[in-house]
């Protein structure tokens, strides 16, 4: 028997907390009956999501994938233009992990192991990721120093941790950071009286976009896909055990 958060999350439908999300708004039902937070379920149940069926993938599949500008990161809104899943158009049910606001582009890690989602989601791991920005008028190293170092956000009451910069041209930098608070770059820009007008995340760990066109993806295989199940200290599905500690 397994958790209905975790059920759902190896099924690839979303991350666990995603899932409580969609259990508490009534959304999820077990055997005909609405799912509530905590019950156990397991493979002989009848799970089903917005009245879809829910079920363990046999195979794992991992992608990097290029969102577009206008593509917003959610499984279902009524209110998107378009939505990831409807844009990514993957013949096997496959969820993010990590969003990307809609006026952002880039990478997105998309696949239906949501161990790994879990894993790479969870903040203390401090997993990097990293962005290319344009803003709208020319950069001083003081502010960039000021954005390396951390800033408070008064309406989060949250300060960023101190992070990467490396200015790339007059109105243009790199920065690489380890956690993820809502719309994070584009606050720490205005904090210094910038605007950001294009925002493109570039790597997710060792995963990089490497000229993906807006749109596009490519499964995940090989080193590439080992070094990053290795970084989240998990087994590669289908590979064997994995021995030197994992570092999580």
Known sequence: MTRINKFLAECGVCSRREADRLIESGRVSVNGKTAVSGMQVSDTDDV???KNPAGRAAEKVVLA???PVGVTCTEKDRHA???????LQYPVRLTYAGRLDRESDGLMIMTNDGELIQRMMKGANRHEKEYAVRVDKELTDSA???MSRGVYFKELDKTTRPCKLKKTGKYTFRIILTQGLNRQIRRMC???????????RVRIMNIELRGLKAGEYRELHGEELSALYEACGMNE????KFINGGGQ
């Open 48 to 50: 089903e999501v917005d």
């Open 65 to 67: 994938y290029n969102k």
């Open 81 to 87: 233009e378009m939505t990831i899943i409807e844009a």
């Open 144 to 146: 960039l120093e000021g």
């Open 190 to 200: 205005e904090c210094f009286g910038y605007r950001v007008s294009s925002l493109t």
């Open 237 to 240: 599905p289908g590979k064997g």
